[in-house]
């Protein structure tokens, strides 16, 4: 942020937007444009983006630009209102989907569509009690503030939430593996449950992301969340899928992510690549379940599912499949997680290398052994990686583990790319001794 444009704008934003909005980076990028999986800062520096998954097919995809366009320029109402669209969206999303979810309201945003899931399952079982992630983000509003174990005050005050720890293979709970492994994650979902109906509440739900992507995109251990479920079942309660982050084909072999377990949730919530930064969101959620609850609480929301939105979806549908992303996303996928195991030969701060699909979990340790979370290395990684050119960032409890979320575009020769820049920077990070 050497220049002064750079700075004057800074400042500018801090005066109208205060000091503690998110901002990435020490020297946060001022960006201009984008295409493909490439930025360019305002400089005319070029940027790698090996992070961002809203752009889901891409920034700027010509198709989903097109679409948006000649859709703004036709018309754009909303869902009270009979439209091709619209219907044409959700009979394709919903088709996406295993037998048994073939209904769907639209968001504007994944917290919104949060927010729905757990009114309908509140509404739907007549508990309270939802059970989700001692490090839990499931985005802004009230209700869904008050399941933010990770960041959120909300979450430390609610009687209508409890934590489970994150079911981790990596930091195991009790030094336990395999099956005993997962019996105990699930045990300990059984507690929250218990400890509900001690104080005299039901159990609405368990809402988590399958693929545990905010908590650091763990190796969840086989048969837990079948377990979890099953429990939480017993109880009353219904499962809800966050698939904000890790839905539409990212993790490769299935469209969605909680596919890859022998469990179909009751509801799924999704965002974030669904309008490939067009704010498109939504619930997707057992027939009866919807019904039910819109038969007694009026569901509208003014701009989710307008027909630009649904455009725009649809366009973001047929990139995935013409470009064959899922494809790309196992293939590109197993080269990067390669090439991050290499470095892991090499460097001894990376203690565990995980991937799902065109997601990928680095998790930095400054001993082997004793999995010491090596946050501030994961800090200054991220920032010599972003002065080379190349945008990741960093997730989990400990801040340090590197968070790899490339557009799906991604290819091998940008892959190259990104672990060139990452070898250089742990590099350079050893070298400079413990932080
Ligand atoms: C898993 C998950 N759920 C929900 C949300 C909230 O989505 P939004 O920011 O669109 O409200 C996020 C945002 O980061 C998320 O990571």
Not at 20 to 42: C, I, M, Q, S
Not at 307 to 332: F, H, K, R, W, Y
Not at 359 to 370: P, Q, S
Not at 390 to 418: C, E, N, Y
Request: include cysteine; charge should be negative.
């Amino acid at each position: 942020m050497a220049d002064n444009r750079a700075q004057d704008l800074l400042s500018r934003r801090y005066r109208v937007m205060g000091h503690h909005t998110p901002l990435f980076y020490e020297k946060p990028l001022h960006l201009v444009r984008g295409e493909g999986v490439w930025l360019w800062d305002n400089e005319g520096n070029r940027y790698l983006d090996a992070y961002n998954n809203v752009p889901h097919v891409g920034h700027c995809h010509p198709r989903v630009v097109e679409a948006l366009s000649r859709q703004a320029g036709t018309l754009n109402i909303h869902t009270r209102y009979l439209h091709n669209n619209i219907v044409d969206y959700l009979e394709r999303l919903t088709s996406t989907f295993d037998e048994g979810l073939q209904m769907a309201m639209l968001t504007c945003t994944g917290s919104e569509a949060n927010e729905l899931a757990l009114r309908m399952a509140r509404f739907c079982t007549g508990g309270q009690g939802v059970i989700v992630t001692d490090f839990a983000y499931h985005g802004n509003t009230e209700a869904v503030s008050e399941i933010g174990t990770a960041f959120m005050p909300e979450a430390k005050t609610t009687r209508r939430v409890k934590a489970f720890p994150i079911p981790d293979s990596y930091r195991p709970l009790d030094g336990l593996g395999g099956e005993p492994l997962a019996q105990a994650y699930a045990d300990r979902v059984q507690q929250a449950i218990d400890a509900f109906h001690a104080e005299g509440m039901n159990v609405a739900g368990i809402l988590v992301c399958p693929d545990f992507a905010n908590e650091g995109l763990l190796n969840v251990p086989p048969g837990f969340l079948e377990k979890a479920v099953t429990k939480v079942r017993q109880a009353g309660g219904v499962f809800i899928a966050d698939e904000v982050q890790a839905g539409f084909g990212r993790s490769g072999r299935h469209f969605w992510a909680h596919q890859w377990y022998d469990v179909t949730p009751d509801i799924v919530t999704m965002g974030k690549p669904m309008g490939n930064g067009h704010p498109l969101a939504g619930v997707v959620a057992r027939p009866d379940m919807i019904e039910a609850f819109s038969r007694e609480s009026m569901y509208f929301n003014t701009f989710g599912g307008t027909p630009v939105s649904c455009a725009v979806g649809i366009a973001v549908l047929d990139a995935i499949e013409e470009d064959n992303l899922m494809q790309n996303a196992v293939t590109t996928g197993a080269y990067v997680a390669d090439g991050l195991r290499r470095l892991q030969q090499k460097h001894e701060l990376i203690g565990d290398v995980r991937e799902l699909g065109m997601f990928f979990g680095v998790e930095l340790v400054r001993d082997r052994k004793a999995k010491t979370p090596a946050s501030t290395e994961s800090r200054r990684i991220i920032n010599l990686m972003r002065d080379k050119g190349v945008l990741v960032s960093t997730i989990g409890v400990h801040d340090a583990i590197l968070k790899v979320r490339p557009p799906m575009p991604f290819q091998p020769g940008h892959a190259d790319i990104l672990l060139k820049a990452l070898d250089e920077a742990l590099t350079q990070v050893a070298s400079e001794g413990s932080v």
